[in-house]
T-cell receptor, first 112, second 116 residues
Framework: GESVGLHLPTLSVQEGDNSIINCAYS??????FIWYKQESGKGPQFIID?????DKRQGQRVTVLLNKTVKHLSLQIAATQPGDSAVYFC???????????FGAGTTVTVRA | DSGVTQTPKHLITATGQRVTLRCSPR?????VYWYQQSLDQGLQFLIQ???????AKGNILERFSAQQFPDLHSELNLSSLELGDSALYFC???????????????FGEGSWLTVV
């Protein structure tokens, strides 16, 4: 079965507000995590990644937080824009595994 | 544009038929991954190749097979197609064989397969 999952399948956000998308994983051996964004009709697009020896990483308008104690990952999007409307996936892998395992995805809709 | 090229973009075929999906990885990438995305299953890992050799296998059906050629392009062969095989098939590529920091896995735009 899946080793990663998202708390909510959908998220509606007012334009300009911050978005928080959550993801839980089950395997304590997972050592690398990635967030992807998938727009309608397109392939998943890399957003940001984080290794298990870190608890926070920042990119442009995005921040990923990793809490290994509770096996929780989150993606924060600052000042959400209409172009942020998409499905967001968390994915994980581990040192003894070559594949990337994806969660089910959260659909983010930005309200004008 | 991720640099990963997939053809065809759309394909409609009948049950029982066989199709081949093609993928050209990003320039310099040695590893190719195939994923299946359906509405009820999300992104499911199928198989991975690195420099021509199979490295990892996921939930790939026996009716499906893949290979990576010396020029690093890859093909996914789907045979005896069933209605349930209708899905979006993604190819992805990376430089190194596994997902690690600095080895970003880039996805193509996918091949839409409809089995009727």
């Amino acid at each position: 079965g899946e080793s990663v999952g998202l708390h909510l399948p959908t998220l509606s956000v007012q334009e300009g507000d911050n978005s928080i998308i959550n993801c839980a994983y089950s395997n304590s051996a997972s050592d690398y995590f990635i967030w992807y964004k998938q727009e309608s009709g397109k392939g998943p697009q890399f957003i940001i990644d984080i290794r298990s020896n870190m608890d926070k990483r920042q990119g442009q308008r995005v921040t990923v937080l990793l809490n290994k104690t509770v096996k929780h990952l989150s993606l924060q999007i600052a000042a959400t824009q209409p172009g942020d409307s998409a499905v967001y996936f968390c994915a994980e892998t581990r040192s003894n595994d070559y594949k990337l395992s994806f969660g089910a995805g959260t659909t983010v809709t930005v309200r004008a | 544009d991720s640099g990963v090229t997939q053809t065809p973009k759309h394909l409609i075929t009948a049950t029982g038929q066989r199709v081949t999906l093609r993928c050209s990885p990003r320039s310099g990438d040695l590893s190719v991954y195939w994923y299946q995305q359906s509405l009820d299953q999300g992104l499911q890992f199928l198989i991975q190749y690195y420099n021509g050799e199979e490295r990892a296998k996921g939930n790939i059906l026996e009716r499906f097979s893949a290979q990576q050629f010396p020029d690093l392009h890859s093909e996914l062969n789907l045979s005896s197609l069933e209605l349930g095989d209708s899905a979006l098939y993604f190819c992805a590529s990376s430089v190194a064989p596994r997902g690690v920091s600095g080895n970003t896995i880039y996805f193509g735009e996918g091949s839409w397969l409809t089995v009727v």
